[in-house]
Each structure stands twice: as structure tokens, then as C-alpha cells.
């Protein structure tokens, strides 16, 4: 796959891709080795950051991460039948999907949901209260593609 097929991708112009000794590269995405691994990464990178949405994502990792949302701007879709406990209430705005997205995972039908910040989307996998698989989306163009799509999520969602 050389530089060609960039060239005619419009989510990967090469005019905005820093050349590493003459070769155009950039990071797309991050597979963590564990759950706590990912967990962690989240604390701190939710630390820094002053905007948070999240879509999606089961109750148990909300409450891991919630001392993390305190004074941020902060929107949240709940899972589809999920109710709001008292804590998250006070963390920023709620409200609950309208639809299930799930993809296979290693043929289990995990549901997905998002975490968004200003540089990267979290993804997570899930079943019930068990989540399987954290990755991120780091790529510029696509970290924001899908922070539309989340405010595109926001507006259709019961509140």
C-alpha cells in the first residue's frame, strides 16, 4: 500500500502528514494490552482535557472514571435502558440512546461506545459489565469526523 493510495483518500492528505526520512507517516490508533492499561491512559489524558463526551459506555467504567469529570464540560449518552445514578447526574449533561451499535468481537456481540476528547476517541467493547476491548483513534481528521458524529448522536437521544 504506497503513498498512492493516500494521495487519493481524502482523510489522509499528504500536504498535512509530517515525512519521517522521506517517508509521509502518521498514527492512527492505539490497541491496549489491558483494560487497566487503558483505564490509566484514560485518567490522565480525561485529567488534562476540559471537554469530555461519551457515548455509550457501560455504568461500571463511568464510575472508574467519574472523579475525572469534575469541572469539565461534560455530555453523556447512556447505553440504551441504562438509568442515571445520582453521581452522574451531578457530572454534566445526560441523556440515553435510542439505538444499540455492537460489532463482533471474536464472535461475542459487543456493544460499542465512545469516549471522546480533543485528541483522540477511546472505543470500547463490551457485554453487560465486562468490558473486552479498549482502542483509540488518533488520527486528526478522524478524531473530529467522529466528534460529529457524536454531537450528530447527542441530537437524536432521549434527555
Do not use: Q
Amino acid at each position: 500500500m504506497g503513498s498512492s493510495l493516500l494521495n487519493f483518500n481524502p482523510c489522509f492528505p499528504l500536504y498535512n502528514m509530517p515525512a519521517v526520512e522521506g517517508i509521509y507517516e502518521a498514527k492512527l490508533s492505539t490497541t491496549f494490552a489491558s483494560v487497566e492499561e487503558a483505564v490509566k491512559e484514560m485518567r490522565e489524558k480525561i485529567g488534562k482535557s476540559k471537554t469530555v463526551r461519551i457515548n455509550s459506555v457501560p455504568i461500571s467504567l463511568l464510575s472508574k472514571l467519574a472523579p475525572f469529570f469534575k469541572g469539565k464540560d461534560v455530555k453523556i449518552i447512556l447505553p440504551l435502558g441504562e438509568k442515571p445514578t445520582d453521581e452522574l447526574k451531578t457530572l454534566g449533561e445526560l441523556a440515553v440512546t435510542k439505538s444499540r451499535i455492537f460489532k463482533d468481537y471474536k464472535g461475542i456481540n459487543a456493544n460499542v461506545g465512545s469516549i471522546y476528547l480533543s485528541d483522540r476517541v477511546y472505543d470500547v467493547a463490551w457485554t453487560k459489565d465486562r468490558i473486552l476491548e479498549v482502542d483509540t483513534m488518533e488520527y486528526e481528521r478522524c478524531v473530529k469526523c467522529m466528534w460529529d458524529m457524536f454531537e450528530t448522536s447527542w441530537k437524536h437521544s432521549r434527555k
